[in-house]
C-alpha cells in the first residue's frame, strides 16, 4: 500500500517541482532590473510589463512566454535571445537588436519595431497588426503575419 502511495505522489511531486524550474530565476529579474545587463539568464514567463530596459544587454538570454506589455526595450541587445510566444503587445522595440532572435508565436501587436534588426529572426505565427515596422531590417526572417503591420518591407 504504501508503494501504491508513493508512485501515486511520484507524477504530483515532479510537475510541482517541474513548474518551479520553468519560471524565471528571481535573481536574473533582479539583476536585470538593477544593471539592465542579463545575458544568457533565465527570464522564461518573467513579470516585465512596462519595464525601462532602454539598452539593456539581453543577448541568447531565455524570454519564453515572458510578459513585457509595454516594455521600453528601445535599442536593447536581444540578439540570439528567446522570445517564443512572449508578450511583447505595445513594447518600444525601435533600433533593438532582435537578429537570430525565436519570436516564434510572439505577440508583438502594436508594438514599436522602427529600425529594428530582426535578420535571421524566427518569427513563425508571431503577431503584428499595428506594429510599426518602418526600415526594419528583415532579411532572412522566416515567416510572420504582418497583416496590419505599419512599413513591411522584406529583402531576401
Given at each position: 500500500m504504501k508503494k501504491l502511495l508513493v508512485l501515486l505522489l511520484?507524477?504530483?511531486?515532479?510537475?510541482?517541482?517541474?513548474?518551479?524550474?520553468?519560471?524565471?530565476?528571481?535573481?536574473?529579474?533582479?539583476k536585470l532590473k538593477k544593471t539592465k545587463k542579463c545575458n544568457r539568464c533565465n527570464l522564461k514567463r518573467a513579470k516585465l510589463n512596462a519595464v525601462r530596459l532602454t539598452r539593456a544587454r539581453l543577448r541568447g538570454a531565455n524570454l519564453s512566454r515572458a510578459r513585457l506589455r509595454g516594455a521600453n526595450l528601445r535599442?536593447?541587445?536581444?540578439?540570439?535571445?528567446?522570445?517564443?510566444?512572449?508578450?511583447?503587445?505595445?513594447?518600444?522595440?525601435?533600433?533593438?537588436?532582435?537578429?537570430?532572435?525565436?519570436?516564434?508565436?510572439?505577440?508583438?501587436?502594436g508594438a514599436n519595431l522602427r529600425g529594428a534588426d530582426l535578420r535571421g529572426a524566427n518569427l513563425?505565427?508571431?503577431?503584428?497588426?499595428?506594429?510599426?515596422?518602418?526600415?526594419?531590417?528583415?532579411?532572412?526572417?522566416?515567416?510572420?503575419?504582418?497583416?496590419?503591420?505599419?512599413?513591411?518591407?522584406?529583402?531576401?
Open positions: 511520484i507524477p504530483f511531486v515532479v510537475g510541482l517541482f517541474g513548474h518551479i524550474t520553468d519560471a524565471a530565476n528571481s535573481r536574473h529579474v533582479k535599442r536593447a541587445d536581444l540578439r540570439n535571445a528567446n522570445l517564443s510566444r512572449a508578450d511583447l503587445r505595445r513594447a518600444n522595440l525601435r533600433s533593438a537588436k532582435l537578429s537570430r532572435a525565436n519570436l516564434s508565436g510572439a505577440n508583438l501587436r513563425r505565427g508571431a503577431k503584428f497588426r499595428g506594429a510599426n515596422l518602418s526600415r526594419a531590417k528583415l532579411k532572412g526572417a522566416k515567416s510572420g503575419n504582418f497583416k496590419g503591420a505599419k512599413g513591411v518591407r522584406i529583402k531576401n
